[in-house]
């Protein structure tokens, strides 16, 4: 089973809102990770946590928030975001942070910002 | 991670091989293939890696050249839902750099036709 969930698939907030997007794995997996990815573009990596524990923050503005609270579940908080925000944010788990551990992702939450 | 190209599209008969081309010209030693597709509004899913040999499984067989400055990802018999974006990607092996990373190109849109 190689199985990422993330809720709610769908997202329309306003730029007061604060809203979370939720990610959780099953598989054990020990690194976790946030990408964005924009319309017609690839993903871009936002956020890599390892052993719970923030390892890469890809200069992400401070109005994304992510938060590792257990081994299973990876959260990234949104406040005061902007309408170029908007956006498909993956979540992807791997066993470790290893180059030869796959990356397996979830199918997305897909943001609205107005 | 090193840079690696592919053409922007291709085409590919339905129960044809698909042959996927990716170059890595400046690619070191220790850094890995991977390919991911990513459907339609979908998360990416992994499809196969390999670092020095061929690799095959259920999915797909992927060819590295000798001096590993290219790759090839074959599709044996493509089908419809086969119709995707493909991404080339290179990692680095060593963690604590640029392992973690999944650094996406622009990929290739592979159409598949009745």
């Known amino acids: 089973d190689t199985e990422v969930t993330q809720t709610p698939k769908h997202l329309v907030m306003g730029m007061t809102n604060k809203k979370s997007l939720k990610c959780e794995q099953h598989m054990g997996h020990r690194a976790m990770y946030w990408y964005k990815q924009k319309a017609k573009k690839p993903p871009e990596l936002m956020f890599v946590y390892s052993y719970e524990k923030l390892s890469i923050n890809e200069s992400v503005p401070s109005r994304f928030s992510p938060e590792c609270p257990n081994s299973s579940l990876l959260n990234l908080h949104l406040h005061a975001l902007q309408p170029e925000d908007s956006a498909l944010y993956l979540c992807?788990?791997?066993?470790?942070?290893?180059?030869?551990?796959?990356?397996?992702f979830g199918p997305g939450t897909r943001l609205l910002v107005l | 991670d090193a840079k690696t190209t592919q053409p922007p599209s291709m085409d590919c008969a339905e129960g044809r091989a698909a042959n996927l081309p990716c170059n890595h010209s400046t690619i070191s030693g220790n850094e890995y293939v991977y390919w991911y597709r990513q459907i339609h509004s979908q998360g990416p899913q992994y499809i196969i890696h390999g670092l020095k040999n061929n690799e095959t499984n259920e999915m797909a067989s992927l060819i590295i050249t000798e001096d590993r400055k290219s790759s090839t990802l074959i599709l044996p018999h493509a089908t419809l839902r086969d119709t995707a974006v493909y991404y080339c990607?290179?990692?680095?092996?060593?963690?604590?750099?640029?392992?973690?990373?999944?650094?996406f190109g622009e990929g290739t849109q592979l159409t598949v036709n009745p």
């Open positions: 990607i290179v990692r680095a092996a060593r963690e604590e750099t640029s392992g973690s990373r999944l650094t």
């Open positions: 992807a788990s791997s066993q470790d942070r290893q180059a030869r551990k796959t990356q397996y």
